[in-house]
């Protein structure tokens, strides 16, 4: 059974390519007007420009730098001026860098915690406030978090460590955001099948010596369902835990890894 998005506004980050696209297509195939952002222009308003041919909802693209608190204060207010209250945040952006903690600089740890983990407070604390001042009772906030933030990965030490905040962040959010009406949940997806984990496997190989064949294969054989999973199956689940049927479901996270880890 699909979710009903009809008469509701999303936001999507990280919606030009990958997961953040399926999920933004997912909400628009549902019924939902889809607000999509990314850093990345011109792969954005392609991506915007295909979905809203395929679906015929309202589909918005905008520039922005979610790792600014500025930068997103100043969109979230143009969104509210310009659109309308936003009923579902789906925080999806994200970014990795391939190196060991012994050799991480602190400009790479700021960068890939504020992509990651604290752009997700800060869109979260600006949809909430929306909310609120709307008089709206009703919310939804998902974020995609990853299966390294309950493993740790070698190579892949600060994005396991942003991964692992978005969880405590999910819980935290769950217990103060309830009184507004807002759940709060974060999905944990194993590997899957999008540019950015072939990007990552080539990067990381090369840092732990495999080529990146050998660390694919190193990698994935431990998936008990023996393949990668699809952006399309993740943007589902997160269309399920953000579309009104599961809004009891809050504070937690839910594993998406095949078998790859089984918390
Ligand atoms: N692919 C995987 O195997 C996998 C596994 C677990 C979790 N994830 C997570 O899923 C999410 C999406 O991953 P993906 O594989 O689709 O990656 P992707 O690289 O294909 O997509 C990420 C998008 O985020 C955008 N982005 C990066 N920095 C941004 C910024 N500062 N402001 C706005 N947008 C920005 C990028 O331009 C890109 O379009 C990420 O949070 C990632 O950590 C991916």
Excluded at 146 to 165: L, P, T
Excluded at 213 to 230: D, F, I, N, P
Excluded at 243 to 263: C, E, N, P, S
């Amino acid at each position: 059974m699909g979710e009903n998005y009809k008469g509701r506004l999303c936001i999507a980050t990280g919606a030009a390519r990958g997961i953040g696209k399926a999920c933004a297509a997912k909400f628009a195939e549902y019924g939902g007007d889809v607000v999509m952002v990314d850093i990345n222009k011109k792969v954005l308003e392609k991506s915007a420009a295909e979905i809203a041919a395929k679906y015929g909802v309202k589909i918005y693209a905008y520039v922005v730098d979610i790792s600014s608190f500025e930068a997103c204060e100043q969109f979230m207010a143009e969104v509210n001026a310009k659109i309308g209250t936003v009923d579902v945040l789906a925080n999806c952006a994200g970014i990795t860098v391939a190196k060991h903690m012994i050799d991480l600089t602190p400009a790479e740890w700021e960068r890939v915690m504020g992509v990651n983990l604290r752009s997700i407070w800060c869109l979260s604390q600006l949809f909430a406030k929306q909310l609120k001042a709307t008089g709206k009772t009703k919310g939804n906030i998902v974020s995609i978090s990853s299966q390294a933030s309950k493993i740790g990965e070698s190579a892949n030490g600060v994005y396991s460590i942003s991964k692992a905040g978005i969880n405590s962040l999910t819980q935290v959010l769950g217990l103060e955001y309830a009184e507004y009406g807002i759940s709060v949940s974060a999905v944990c997806p194993g590997y899957v099948n999008t540019e950015m984990v072939q990007e990552v496997f080539q990067k990381r190989s090369i840092v732990e010596g495999k080529t990146p064949e050998e660390y694919e294969k190193e990698l994935t054989s431990g998936v008990a369902m023996g393949r990668m999973c699809e952006p399309e199956e993740v943007a589902d689940l997160m269309a399920f835990l953000a579309g009104g049927r599961a809004d009891y479901i809050t504070g937690v996270t839910v594993t998406i890894a095949g078998g790859k880890t089984l918390i």
